[in-house]
């Protein structure tokens, strides 16, 4: 905190336009921020679909029957936990400790692969109920909105292999921390959408 | 943080992410926590009006939004993140339209919409 505050101090003496590009990590971060933002568009999207299609359950199975509270709390707590170890993960990467980013980033894992095995139980089960994709425009428009969250947490779930083994192989090289940087919000950001999912999709079911 | 910024030798005044510390991440724990259970408590309390409850829902979903932006993303208002809000801001924007604007078009098309029925009786 105390280099970034010196950083701005000194900054402000200097004129932006002689202040010379930003260094890799800014820009870098704020094309990922971008990317993140534009992926948050696509959700809004899906969203509204859902809003739109979710009392459309063409004499089918509605919200209220599907969706089980108790599961839902567990599939949260598990990304929120999730996202708290992967932030101590990211400042045992900043202090270029291999150990704990590998325990904490192990832990972020472990937690990330719990929410995707309840997910993917809680959709065979409806599955197996005769309440999939095609049963109905509510249900297609769950399947697209939960499924396409669920996709992403995969993803980030092997992008955090891969960076696992950067760290085993390159070691803390800047180019890694940043790909880690990058990686921590990709994951905060999937726990932000899923604020949004259980809000919308799991809660408003009840009421 | 400082060292990567001089091995690179940046001009002064390059901007610098600010992180959390570990007392950061559980603070916005904890907001966090209370504002989950808040909800799933107020989705099934009989405790509140019921026609206020998906207000309150949504307010405290955009309140833990914004924990999640400010403690684990670490956004801010910092001279260094203006570009950072701002690019926020535009997205909030962008959803804001599409989500309530498919919302108040989809509603208005389902209100002018001839009943099913009679469109069945029509087509006989």
Known sequence: MSAAEQALESGDAVPLSLRGPAPTRVVAGYGFWLFLLSDIIIFGALFAAFAVLCGETAGGPTA???????HVLIETA???????????GSLAVQSADKSSTYFWMAITFILGATFLILEVSEFSHMLSIGAGPSRSAFLSAFFTLVGTHGLHVTMGLCWLVVMLFQVATLGFQPMVSRRFFCFGLFWHALDIVWIGVFTIVYLGAHL | MSTEIEAQGMAPGANVYTHGTRQSYLVGLGYAVILTLASFWASSSDLIYSPGV???????????????????????????????????????????????????IMAHLNHNMMPMDRLIQMQR
């Open chain 1, 64 to 70: 209220a029957d599907l969706f089980d509270k108790k």
């Open chain 2, 54 to 104: 998906p207000i309150l829902l949504a307010v405290l979903a955009i309140a833990q939004m914004g924990v999640h932006l400010v403690f684990f993303l670490h956004i801010s208002s910092a001279p260094d993140q203006t570009n950072n809000i701002l690019a926020l801001a535009f997205g909030v924007f962008v959803v804001g339209l599409l989500v309530f604007g498919s919302m108040i």
């Open chain 1, 78 to 88: 598990c990304l929120l936990a999730s996202s708290v170890t992967c932030g101590f």
